[in-house]
C-alpha cells in the first residue's frame, strides 16, 4: 500500500517537530506501534473516579450526600478553569469576556437546578444521624469557591460591609492580608453564644488562609471586575456583558446560597443546639443574601435592586421569570 501525499508531508511535519527537540521520530512511531487503543474508563480514570465514595456510617443516603458534593466541587473546578483563563488573557475583549463567563453562568446553574437531589433526595431522618458523624466537616470549607470569589471581583467587595470603611477602594496588595481578616464568611463561622471562631473555621484557615491571601494578592488587578473596568467604557456597557455579570453575581451570590438555605431548613431544626449538623456554621444568618448583601459587580444595578438585594426579585422581576 502507498503512502498517499497527505500522510508523506504529516510524516516530514513530524520529524521536523521532534528534530527541533533533538529527539528520533522513528522511537515516537514505535511508541504509537506498540501503545494500546485508549478507552474511555482509562481517559476519565472511572475506577479511580466510582471508588472515592467511603461512607462513615451505614446508612445508604450518605453516598448521595458524598457524591453530590464531589460534583459540586467538580463544577467549582471547571468555574475557576474559566476564570483563570480571564485573568490570564492579554487583551481582553468583550466577547471573549461574555463567552467565558456564560460557561460559568451555565456550571452554577446545573448546580442550582440539581440541588434538589439534596433538598428531596435523603431522608430526613438518616441525613440528621450520618451528619453529626461528619462533625466538624462542612460545605463552609470548600476552598474553591472562595477562589471562585476572589477571582471574580475585587477584594474590597468581599470585606464585611460593615468593615469595608476601613479600606479605600485603591488598596494595595499590602492591604489584603489586614482585609482578609474582615472578610465576610468568617462570621458565618462563630460561635452563637460566645462569637469565637469554630473549629469548622480554625480548620479552613489553617488550610486555606495563606494561599487565598496570596491569590488574592496575585489577582489584585486581573481579577474579573478589575478586567472589566479597564475595557474601554463603549464594551463595559455592552448589554450582553452586562447581561452575563449580572447572572454571574446572582447565580453566585443568590441563588446558590439560596438553594443551601432551602436544604437547611429542610433538614435541620431552627434551635441553636442543632447548628452542630452544619459543622457549627451559623446558618441562619450567613446563607440569606439579604444578610450578606455580597455583590461582585455593583454597577450593573440600579440602586433599587441593591438595596432589595436577595429578597426575592433576582428572577421574577429583573429577569422576568417565575422563582
Known sequence: MELNQN???????????????????E????????????????????????????????FPDEEIFIMYHQITELYFKLSLHELKQISEKKDVVADFLIARVNRVNRYFEALTKSFDIMVDGMEKEQFLKFRMSLLPASGFQSGQYRM????????????????????????????IPEMYEYIYWKKGATELQTG???????????????????????VKDSNLRSIVHRLPES??????LMEALRWLDTNVNVNWPLVHYKSAVRYLQKNPEDIAATGGTNWQKYLPPRFQKRIFFPEVWTQK????????????VVFNQTA
Open 27 to 58: 522511537s515516537y512511531l514505535d511508541g504509537l506501534l506498540y501503545a494500546d487503543y485508549l478507552t474511555y474508563w482509562d481517559y476519565i480514570h472511572l475506577d479511580t473516579l466510582l471508588s472515592l465514595q467511603t461512607p462513615t456510617t451505614p
Open 196 to 218: 469565637k471562631k469554630t473549629l469548622t473555621l480554625r480548620q479552613f484557615e489553617r488550610k486555606y488562609s495563606k494561599q487565598l491571601i496570596e491569590m488574592a494578592q496575585s
Open 7 to 25: 500522510i508523506i508531508e504529516k510524516i516530514q511535519l513530524l520529524q521536523a517537530k521532534y528534530a527541533a527537540m533533538g529527539q528520533d521520530l
Open 305 to 316: 435592586e441593591l438595596d432589595e438585594w436577595g429578597r426575592g426579585w433576582v428572577e421574577s
Open 235 to 240: 464594551d463595559q456597557k455592552n448589554p450582553a
Open 148 to 175: 471562585i470569589e476572589v477571582y471574580s471581583t475585587t477584594f474590597d467587595r468581599l470585606v464585611e460591609p460593615s468593615e469595608r470603611h476601613r479600606f479605600t477602594e485603591n488598596f494595595s496588595t499590602e492591604d
